[in-house]
């Protein structure tokens, strides 16, 4: 690379809308610039890979688990090969919504990268309506993604009632030291020119809360022709996940999969799925669904994150029992 590239960390926690403020982002990247996207899912079959690809950047995944705690071997094996494949003129770096910022921080600016990465302003995406929820504020994945900001954004304002959004303005205004910057924004729309500048790297609190986490090359993933139906689980930060990979000549009923995504038991429901209406991004969080149509892909992805540890084989079956027994109309 001739001159660093402009980096930036877009952090937040479960359910902020980080994937749909990176997407805006790609809408309004330059004529004529190359963008990448480092992306990393608490989950295992990389839904939010699958919806940044359709704004036509680069993008590699780092999946299953929080990016801190693979900050080692897998992130910079991702990490390189973007760099390589892309040579992007910007590169954007999503880390799931559990994850921990330190040693991602540590990574980018250390030796390896030094003269490669330039790191620009770090942005944190917060639901103001996730303030009144003290187990929240007591998290630790929460409160050093908002100290490890430069720029904090108050996101989804317009499902926030007045109080909400002036409870939000009181507790950003206290956070010492303060912000380069607050905003305030709803659908995950941002403005381009927050991604320039430097970052200030801000200290956080538990720099090493993850570090009894190894760091290990993930498994390799089956082929979709010769495993049709990939089921895989994770866990850790005292949440747990269940994916699918599902081969794209199954098809699925739109209508039981929205049924199936309002399980009270899902903090998270996404999925990249081949419906008989054609293909969809299902997206539910706090009880709030968004469904869109998206592009053909090369599999069907599906995820469900939970508090609570899920019966996997009673998920399968009600899934399975969703999939379209008519001909898909398209």
Request: glycine share 8%; charged share 25%; net charge negative.
């Given at each position: 690379?001739?001159?660093?590239?402009?980096?930036?960390?877009?952090?937040?926690?479960?359910?902020?809308?980080?994937?749909?403020?990176?997407?805006?982002?790609?809408?309004?990247?330059?004529?004529?610039?190359?963008?990448?996207?480092?992306?990393?899912?608490?989950?295992?079959?990389?839904?939010?890979?699958?919806?940044?690809?359709?704004?036509?950047?680069?993008?590699?995944?780092?999946?299953?688990?929080?990016?801190?705690?693979?900050?080692?071997?897998?992130?910079q094996i991702?990490?390189?090969?973007?760099?390589?494949?892309?040579?992007?003129?910007?590169?954007?770096?999503?880390?799931?919504?559990?994850?921990?910022?330190?040693?991602?921080?540590?990574?980018?600016?250390?030796?390896?990268?030094?003269?490669?990465l330039?790191?620009?302003?770090v942005?944190?995406?917060?639901?103001?309506r996730?303030?009144?929820?003290?187990?929240?504020?007591?998290?630790?994945?929460?409160?050093?993604?908002?100290?490890?900001?430069?720029?904090?954004?108050?996101?989804?304002?317009?499902?926030?009632?007045?109080?909400?959004l002036?409870?939000f303005?009181?507790?950003?205004?206290?956070?010492?030291?303060?912000?380069?910057?607050?905003?305030?924004?709803?659908?995950?729309?941002?403005?381009?020119?927050?991604?320039?500048?430097?970052?200030?790297?801000?200290?956080?609190?538990?720099?090493?809360?993850?570090?009894?986490?190894?760091?290990?090359?993930?498994?390799?993933?089956?082929?979709?022709?010769?495993?049709?139906?990939?089921?895989?689980?994770?866990?850790?930060?005292g949440?747990?996940?269940?994916?699918?990979?599902?081969?794209?000549?199954?098809?699925?009923?739109?209508?039981?999969?929205?049924?199936?995504?309002?399980?009270?038991?899902?903090?998270?429901?996404?999925?990249?799925?081949?419906?008989?209406?054609?293909?969809r991004?299902?997206?539910?969080a706090?009880?709030?669904?968004?469904?869109?149509?998206?592009e053909?892909?090369?599999?069907?992805r599906?995820?469900?994150?939970?508090?609570?540890?899920?019966?996997?084989?009673?998920?399968?079956?009600?899934?399975?029992?969703?999939?379209?027994?008519?001909?898909?109309?398209?």
């Open positions: 690379m001739t001159s660093p590239i402009p980096t930036n960390l877009v952090l937040g926690f479960l359910g902020v809308g980080k994937t749909t403020a990176i997407l805006d982002l790609l809408k309004k990247k330059p004529d004529g610039e190359v963008w990448a996207v480092l992306v990393n899912e608490f989950g295992e079959v990389g839904i939010d890979g699958a919806m940044l690809e359709t704004e036509g950047a680069f993008v590699r995944e780092v999946p299953g688990g929080c990016m801190c705690c693979v900050a080692g071997l897998p992130m991702g990490l390189n090969q973007l760099i390589h494949k892309a040579r992007p003129d910007r590169l954007l770096i999503e880390p799931t919504g559990l994850g921990h910022p330190s040693q991602i921080i540590e990574t980018l600016t250390g030796e390896h990268y030094q003269d490669v330039k790191l620009g302003p942005l944190c995406l917060v639901d103001p996730r303030l009144e929820e003290t187990r929240v504020l007591e998290n630790v994945q929460f409160r050093d993604q908002v100290a490890a900001a430069d720029i904090v954004v108050a996101n989804k304002t317009d499902l926030c009632q007045p109080e909400q002036a409870r303005d009181d507790w950003v205004a206290s956070l010492q030291p303060s912000k380069t910057a607050v905003f305030h924004t709803r659908q995950g729309r941002m403005n381009i020119g927050w991604l320039d500048g430097d970052t200030a790297l801000p200290e956080v609190g538990s720099p090493h809360a993850h570090h009894h986490h190894d760091s290990t090359e993930p498994m390799p993933v089956p082929d979709i022709r010769d495993e049709p139906w990939q089921r895989v689980s994770n866990q850790g930060q949440h747990f996940s269940l994916g699918w990979r599902v081969h794209p000549d199954t098809v699925f009923s739109e209508t039981g999969l929205l049924a199936l995504s309002m399980d009270s038991r899902f903090v998270r429901f996404k999925a990249v799925v081949h419906t008989g209406d054609g293909w991004t299902i997206n539910m706090d009880g709030a669904l968004s469904v869109s149509e998206c053909p892909r090369d599999l069907s599906i995820e469900v994150i939970s508090e609570q540890q899920p019966d996997e084989d009673e998920l399968d079956a009600s899934l399975q029992e969703s999939i379209n027994k008519t001909e898909p109309s398209c």
